[in-house]
């Protein structure tokens, strides 16, 4: 069992930065693929990022590709999402996700449906 914890969303002006965190519990977080994913109002959920268990690859969304960074520390159970150059197109409520490392968040990772376990979201809008 993961349980996900998100933070550092908040209101930032056009151009500004923030970096979310997603603090998991449970020893076996380094087992875990994590993403990031994005929802705004009357869309649907979207990808964002996705990293594997050891940290090693990552992909990402060509809307957020060369601004947004994505990186784990598993010694302290912590996916970082740092977003640089926030447009008012970033607003969403994000969430991060876990799916095992051998399942199908590995090679299927756009796709919401593929994850255990889910974060309760951290809303995020952007000014222009």
């Known amino acids: 069992q993961v349980q996900l914890v998100e933070s550092g969303g908040g209101l930032v002006q056009a151009g500004g930065s923030l970096r979310l965190s997603c603090a998991a519990s449970g020893p076996t977080f380094s087992n875990y693929n994590v993403g990031w994913f994005r929802q705004a109002p009357g869309k649907e959920r979207e990808f964002v990022v996705r990293i594997t268990w050891s940290g090693g690859t990552s992909y990402y969304a060509d809307s957020v590709k060369g601004r947004f960074t994505i990186s784990r520390d598993n010694a302290k159970n912590v996916v970082y999402l740092q977003m640089n150059s926030l447009k008012p197109d970033d607003t969403a409520v994000y969430y991060c996700?876990?799916?095992?490392?051998?399942?199908?968040?590995?090679?299927?990772?756009?796709?919401?449906?593929?994850?255990?376990?889910w974060g309760q979201g951290t809303q995020v809008s952007v000014s222009s």
């Open positions: 996700a876990a799916g095992f490392r051998s399942g199908s968040s590995l090679w299927n990772y756009r796709s919401p449906g593929v994850y255990d376990y």
